[in-house]
């Protein structure tokens, strides 16, 4: 319903995406990327590229982290046969 507060698991995961959201606000922001333009190169790349791509794929990786960091059943733990009570292995 409309107007309903999220359970108290939901507040951490909404404060970390709202974080992450800030932040791509902020590295794509044009005042901040006219800083990033300049006419140096690094590693052969203009500076603006390096910063546009670098600050892209700390975005996406912080995103995975987070979504991972919710699912707490998603873990390399988590598979069937790693739990000695689940039957797995054939012996019954």
Known sequence: MAGERPPREEKPRLARMAAL????LLAF???L???FDKPTTVFGL???????FGAW????LLVA???E???PGSG??????SHPDSGAGGRG
């Open 46 to 52: 203009s500076v603006l590229l390096v910063w546009i």
């Open 76 to 81: 390399p733990d988590s598979r069937p046969d």
């Open 33 to 35: 990327l006219t800083a």
């Open 69 to 71: 960091r919710d699912h």
């Open 21 to 24: 959201f800030g932040f791509g």
């Open 65 to 67: 982290l987070a979504v």
């Open 29 to 31: 922001n044009p005042p």
């Open 57 to 60: 794929s700390l975005l996406i």
